[in-house]
């Protein structure tokens, strides 16, 4: 049984694979309408979230499944103290596949040491949030037709940012990567990944403070928002939150097909008027995610691709 | 020099950073020893040290219990010896393990292993020799003094 609680859960081919059929899912989504026919995906958010919840049952319901489960902390046994463990294993019961998303880092990776279902990470505190990163990958690989020979910017909170640390880590097996990591010195991106992931493997990176000096070397720019909810300290959120805004003025000094990226939800840090220009790409983002995770959710659960949407491609 | 009895059986853990070797009684679970004569000797004069001292810990008997797994990660120079008879009879530097144990907590705040009850504290061993936490993937960090 696979679980994906890591990016590098998956080979890099295993991840073409992946977004080779959320690719043709996009291309027919209908013949897609019911292969998950009863099966039934476990939401466990610790956490609030709209997006990533949402996402995960949309595309479960897309696939013909049913969902289940708790929006949030509050309403789950966690707040009678239950631990991890004990809940996964009672959700094994109840549901084919779990999505969790938990404020403490590396509670999927223990919930799928103890679970009878694949268990997916849809994001752990501040480390890892592996299916925001394929939703990336595809939106990266549609916009700019590969995944290699690419200058990636991350700009914002790289210390705290899951979402920037699972690209990091996916990323740097393609290659000629290059990254550019944008962020003020108190966010700058943790010492495990410069470490084990940038200097072990090679891959060239430059550590600046300036946005408008990086912006015309870039193919990608990711952006991020500084979260207030990681901040143990309300002084340094705000103090640190409006570090970078990107605007109409800093757009103008990019490539004309640069593209820009962001998890979302945004607070700030792009401008609205950012939203017409061609190379944002954040909102097409959240429709590759339905997909990505249609086709994840097909994978881990062995489920055959119905037979007209193969033949169609 | 400070003289101590020569022990007949046991071990010996020797060139130990000076200063270093309380620290160590802790990982090595010499805490919560309630039978086994421990020695501990601090600042003594070594040969080899850049500073010219070392710490040195000597147990009497049975030292099996003793958790010698976190020595090679703390100090590479650390050497155990185990004496028989009186006798040095095997000398060691100890290699690091590739995972730690229940040996170390993790002291990220944000780790699930700071909340979980009967969660194991596992350490692996990463791509640049450094132990970092399975679940929260921070480095291991240990009171060395």
Same mark, same amino acid.
């Given at each position: ?313 | ?17 000076? &200063?270093? =070797?309380?620290? %160590? ?12 004569? !421990?020695?501990? #000797? +601090? ?17 009497? &008997?049975? =030292?099996?219990? %003793? ?12 050497? !155990?010896?185990? #004496? +028989? ?61």
């Amino acid at each position: 049984m696979r679980h994906l609680i890591d990016p590098l859960d998956f080979s890099h081919e295993e991840i073409c694979s992946l977004l080779d059929l959320a690719d043709r899912i996009s291309a027919d989504p209908k013949a897609y309408c019911q292969v998950a026919e009863h099966k039934k995906l476990a939401t466990l958010f610790y956490e609030p979230s709209t997006r990533t919840r949402l996402s995960f049952e949309a595309a479960m319901l897309n696939l013909g499944g049913h969902v289940l489960g708790f929006p949030s902390e509050n309403v789950s046994s966690a707040s009678k103290g239950e631990s991890v463990a004990d809940t996964i294993r009672v959700i094994s019961c109840y549901a084919d596949i779990v999505a969790m998303r938990h404020p403490k880092e590396g509670a999927p990776l223990r919930a799928s040491r103890y679970s009878r279902v694949p268990v997916i990470n849809a994001g752990d505190g501040g480390h890892q949030h592996p299916t925001q990163t394929l939703t990336d990958l595809m939106t990266i690989r549609r916009r700019k037709g590969r995944l290699d020979k690419l200058t990636i910017g991350l700009c914002g909170d790289l210390k705290f940012g899951r979402t920037v640390h699972s690209l990091i880590k996916t990323m740097a097996r393609c290659k000629d990567i290059r990254f550019v990591l944008i962020s003020p010195e108190e966010l700058r991106v943790p010492d495990y990944i410069i470490k084990d992931v940038l200097e072990a493997n090679q891959i060239p990176y430059l550590e600046t403070r300036s946005l408008e000096e990086s912006m015309p070397q870039l193919d990608i720019l990711y952006m991020t928002r500084v979260q207030k909810e990681r901040f143990f300290n309300e002084e340094d959120y705000i103090r640190l939150k409006n570090s970078y805004i990107l605007t109409r003025d800093k757009m103008a000094l990019a490539k004309p097909d640069m593209a820009v990226l962001h998890p979302l939800p945004r607070v700030n840090e792009i401008a609205l008027d950012v939203d017409e220009d061609p190379r944002a790409a954040y909102f097409e983002q959240v429709q590759n995610g339905v997909y990505v995770r249609m086709a994840l959710i097909m994978t881990l659960l062995g489920l055959e691709e119905p037979r007209a949407a193969k033949e169609g491609n | 020099m400070l003289n101590i009895d020569e022990i007949q059986n046991g071990i010996v853990i020797d060139h130990i950073a000076a &200063g270093t =070797a309380i620290g %160590l009684m802790d990982l090595l679970g010499i805490k919560d020893n309630r039978t086994a004569s !421990v020695a501990l #000797i +601090q600042n003594a004069r070594s040969s080899k040290a850049a500073s010219g001292r070392k710490d040195i810990i000597k147990v009497e &008997g049975d =030292a099996s219990w %003793l958790n010698l797994d976190v020595l090679a990660y703390l100090d590479p120079n650390i050497t !155990v010896t185990i #004496i +028989q008879d009186g006798k040095p009879v095997h000398k060691e530097k100890p290699q690091p393990p590739k995972k730690l144990v229940n040996i170390v907590r993790c002291r990220n705040p944000r780790c699930i292993s700071s909340i979980e009850e009967e969660c194991d504290q596992i350490f692996e061993m990463s791509s640049n020799g450094k132990y970092r936490c399975i679940y929260c993937e921070q480095e291991m960090q240990v009171k060395r003094g």
